[in-house]
C-alpha cells in the first residue's frame, strides 16, 4: 500500500473517541524531541494554516527516542494497516511501548492568505478589530468586516446593518443594542491593524428607517478616544472627532468622503485632525434630535477605509 494513502490515528480522550484525529501521512512534517518525557508530531493540513501539534507522552525518561521515530517509520513503510493508531488513550492502545498517552492535540491557527498577481499586486485578507458588545456581539468576518492589502494600500471594509439597534431622540448619542451596558464603537482603529488611516468614507446602501418618526437616517460618524461609550451615550464628549458630519439624510447610493487634507470642501471634508484617528475608536450617531428615538427596521452602510503601511508596501506595520 502507498504510504502516503494510510493515516495516522490519535485520541486523547480517556473516555470515548468524540475527539479523536486522524492526520494524512503525507501531511507529517517533523516529530520534534520535546524533553525527556515528551514527543511531538507536526502535521501541515493546508497551505494557510501553521501545524497541527500530538503532543505525546514517553513512559521513561532518557530512553533513546529513536527507538520510537523507528518503529513509527516502519509501520508506515511496511505496515499492512491503512489506519495507524499511535496513541489512542480511549482503549489505552499505543504504537510503541514508550508512548502511554496523548498529552495534548493542537488546533492549527489560519494565516491570511497572501495573493500575488505580477508583481505589482499584493492582497493581504484579515478581519476588522471586532465591534463593542453593545453594538454588536459578534465578531467579524471577510463579509462583515475585512481588512485587505493592496499594492501598499491598506483598506478596511465594514458592513453595517442598522436593523434592530436602537438610537436615542437626542444626536450625538450611540447607536447600539438597546439597553446594552456594553460599548457600541463599530471597531477600534489601530496602526497594526489598519495603517495610517488617512482617508474614507461612507456609502448608503439601504435607506435606515424606523416606526414613524423615531428614527432617521441622518446618519454621523465619529471617532473617540474613549472606547467605553455605551449605547445612548455621548459620543461627542471628551476627545472626538466627527468625521461624517451628515447635514441631511444619507439618500440611496450616496457617499460622503472624509481625509486628512486641507481642502475646505464639504465633500471630502477634510475631518481626521492633525495626528489622525490611530488607537481611536468609531461610533455612529445621529445627527439630529429631530427624532423621538426607538428602533431602526432598516439602514444598510459600507464604511471604507484607507491607510498607509509604515514597514514597506506589504507590511503594515
Not at 439601504?206 to 437616517?217: F, L, Q, W
Amino acid at each position: 500500500m502507498d504510504a502516503n494513502k494510510k493515516y495516522l490515528y490519535f485520541n486523547n480522550d480517556s473516555s470515548d473517541q468524540d475527539n479523536a484525529r486522524s492526520f494524512p501521512v503525507s501531511s507529517l512534517v517533523a516529530i520534534d524531541i520535546e524533553s525527556n518525557t515528551q514527543i511531538k508530531l507536526l502535521f501541515k493540513e493546508a497551505v494557510q494554516t501553521d501545524t497541527t501539534d500530538v503532543l505525546l507522552s514517553r513512559t521513561t525518561d532518557g530512553k533513546d527516542p529513536r527507538d520510537f521515530i523507528e518503529h513509527l517509520i516502519n509501520e508506515i513503510n511496511f505496515g499492512k494497516d491503512a489506519t495507524i493508531v499511535v496513541a489512542d488513550d480511549s482503549l489505552e492502545e499505543y504504537v510503541h511501548p514508550d508512548i502511554d498517552a496523548v498529552d495534548t492535540i493542537s488546533g492549527a491557527d489560519y494565516f491570511p492568505a497572501i495573493i500575488k498577481l505580477g508583481s505589482h499586486v499584493h492582497v493581504f485578507e484579515d478581519t476588522a478589530t471586532d465591534p463593542g458588545d453593545g453594538f454588536d456581539t459578534g465578531t467579524y468576518s471577510v463579509d462583515t468586516g475585512s481588512v485587505g492589502m493592496i499594492n501598499g494600500e491598506v483598506i478596511t471594509t465594514l458592513f453595517i446593518d442598522l436593523d434592530g439597534l436602537t438610537c436615542a431622540a437626542t444626536g450625538g448619542k450611540a447607536i447600539g443594542i438597546d439597553g446594552s451596558s456594553n460599548p457600541a464603537y463599530i471597531t477600534q482603529i489601530t496602526t497594526a491593524k489598519n495603517g495610517i488611516v488617512y482617508r474614507g468614507e461612507m456609502i448608503c446602501v439601504e435607506v435606515g428607517t424606523g416606526a414613524g418618526s423615531e428614527t432617521t437616517n441622518q446618519v454621523d460618524l465619529v471617532a473617540n478616544t474613549s472606547g467605553t461609550i455605551q449605547p445612548g451615550g455621548n459620543v461627542l464628549s471628551g476627545t472626538n472627532d466627527l468625521l461624517v458630519d451628515q447635514n441631511g439624510a444619507f439618500t440611496l447610493g450616496e457617499v460622503r468622503n472624509f481625509d486628512s487634507s486641507v481642502i475646505a470642501d464639504d465633500n471630502p471634508s477634510g475631518t481626521i485632525p492633525a495626528g489622525g484617528i490611530q488607537n481611536r475608536y468609531l461610533y455612529l450617531s445621529l445627527g439630529t434630535s429631530s427624532q423621538t428615538g426607538g428602533d431602526f427596521t432598516s439602514g444598510k452602510y459600507i464604511i471604507r477605509l484607507y491607510g498607509a503601511p509604515t514597514v514597506n508596501l506589504n507590511d503594515i506595520s
